[in-house]
């Protein structure tokens, strides 16, 4: 059975950080791309933040997030990681953790095999 199970979220003030953890089970984590994807109060699609891929660990980012987020994976413990720095209010979101097999989506897009149930990230002071 395919479980991924994210962690890490909370409250934190503008300008704070957060690490995001996913830890994945059911499937051979080397084969697949990994994904955050958040989901931002009102708006109607949700939005592809980051994705890590499963050959070369390249690495996609929404042009807002170069810079301030870093995704990385550890394969030996099945855990892909979102480190947020620099934290806006507008970063505010439920952060699902999601895997595609073998290559990321286009840049911002959402189009995953695999999702986590999310967990909920808040940036205010």
Request: proline share 3%.
């Amino acid at each position: 059975q395919v479980q991924l199970v994210e962690s890490g979220g909370g409250l934190v003030q503008p300008g704070g950080s957060l690490r995001l953890s996913c830890e994945a089970s059911g499937f051979t984590l080397d084969y697949y791309a990994y994904g955050w994807v958040r989901q931002v109060p009102g708006r109607e699609r949700n939005e592809g933040v980051a994705c890590i891929s499963s050959s070369d660990g390249s690495r996609v980012y929404v042009d807002s997030m170069k810079g301030r987020f870093t995704i990385s994976r550890d394969n030996t413990n099945n855990t892909v990681y979102l480190q947020m720095n620099s934290l806006r209010p507008e970063d505010t979101a439920v952060y699902y953790c999601a895997a595609r097999f073998q290559f990321c989506p286009n840049v911002g897009q959402t189009n995953y095999d695999y999702w986590g149930q999310g967990t909920q990230v808040t940036v205010s002071s």
